[in-house]
């Protein structure tokens, strides 16, 4: 089989598992061009934004950063605050994104909460090659975006139908692969500490900061409780 | 707007290098050409379900259980997505209904 076939083969495989990200990337993507349209940006910028930046809370984060005063050296820290949590997705990600060549960096940049939320809780299908499976679906995830910018940003105006709640599609993303994982029993620890970090990050810090505190919680547990967890 | 173009890009600029390094950070600190320590892997094969779990919470972190509709949509709907995905372990089943759920109740019930 020659390579253009393979990665054809690749990306039907992955496909059905991009569909929830697609519904919600249109989603919040359009509505992103459409609030970058109201502050005066337009779609060269909100396109260029998505794509080289491709960090969907972050981005909505910094329309009020490019309506205010100019401090770049304010939105790379706010930034990395904000885009925190990929830290542990890289760790998690260092084992299934080995050996990919070429296509590990490109990976490594498109990786967001649902590209790894999908990485890690499925296995690729047997019969298609593991690194054309990855690369499909984190091509797909980004270019759902980028569209979905590209889509609000022009047709915003024009968009009359009511998609109030259609962004749940991303929680119950979340929600079904947590599920997932659940399933398997040695994972079942390593959950119940993510929703308690969590539930105590958002108690004790709010909505707002609740990020990088569960995160800390979230490794102290897993640090204190290593011997009783693993082997 | 309130930014010159040029500003507008260094902007965007700097918030990609602040996304990407949080990205990228991991992946430098252990490069794949040797393994890392048994700690890092043990830590790494944990995190998953943790993250996901912390993501499901993060999703719902702006619901308000004090006022209305005090989080009662996303409670159903929570309960219809977990029902159908141990009932028929589709995922795209348990997706699809869930959202459909949510969505009639925040536009049609409690509008």
């Known amino acids: 089989m020659d390579k253009k076939q393979e990665y054809k083969k690749a990306l039907y495989a992955a496909f059905p598992h991009s569909i929830p990200v697609l519904t919600g990337f249109l989603v919040l993507g359009a509505a992103y061009g459409v609030l970058m349209q109201k502050g005066g940006y337009g779609t060269l910028w909100s396109v260029m934004m998505s794509a080289l930046a491709f960090c969907g809370s972050m981005q909505f984060v910094a329309i009020t950063l490019l309506t205010t005063v100019f401090d770049p050296i304010q939105a790379f820290l706010l930034s990395i605050m904000v885009n925190a949590r990929h830290l542990f997705y890289g760790l998690a990600m260092l084992e299934k994104y080995k050996g990919m060549g070429k296509a590990r960096a490109f990976l490594i940049y498109t990786l967001c909460d649902e590209t790894f939320s999908i990485v890690s809780s499925i296995t690729p299908p047997e019969n298609v090659d593991k690194k054309h499976f990855y690369l499909s679906l984190s091509l797909l995830n980004y270019a759902y975006w980028v569209l979905g910018t590209f889509i609000g940003s022009v047709l915003g105006r024009f968009i009359t139908f009511s998609t109030k709640g259609l962004d749940f599609v991303l929680t119950a993303l979340f929600l079904v692969l947590f599920l997932e994982q659940m399933k398997k029993r040695e994972n079942r620890i390593s959950g119940i500490i993510g929703l308690v970090s969590a539930g105590l990050g958002l108690l004790l810090f709010g909505a707002e900061n609740m990020v990088i505190p569960s995160m800390i919680f979230i490794l102290i547990i897993l640090l204190v409780g290593r011997k009783k967890l693993c082997c | ?111």
Request: proline share 8%; glycine share 10%.
């Open chain 2, 1 to 111: 707007m309130l930014l010159t173009p040029l500003q507008t890009f260094v902007m965007i600029l700097a918030i990609a290098l602040g996304s990407g390094l949080t990205r990228f950070t991991p992946f430098f600190l252990f490069p794949q050409k040797k393994d890392p320590p048994k700690l890092i892997t043990y830590i790494g094969r944990s995190l998953p379900p943790a993250m996901m779990g912390l993501l499901v919470v993060f999703c719902l972190k702006g619901v308000s259980v004090t006022s209305a509709p005090h989080g009662i949509p996303e409670l159903i709907a929570i309960l219809v997505i977990t029902a159908v995905h141990l009932w028929k372990g589709n995922v795209l089943l348990s997706i699809g209904s869930g959202t459909v759920v949510y969505m009639v109740l925040v536009q049609g019930v409690f509008s």
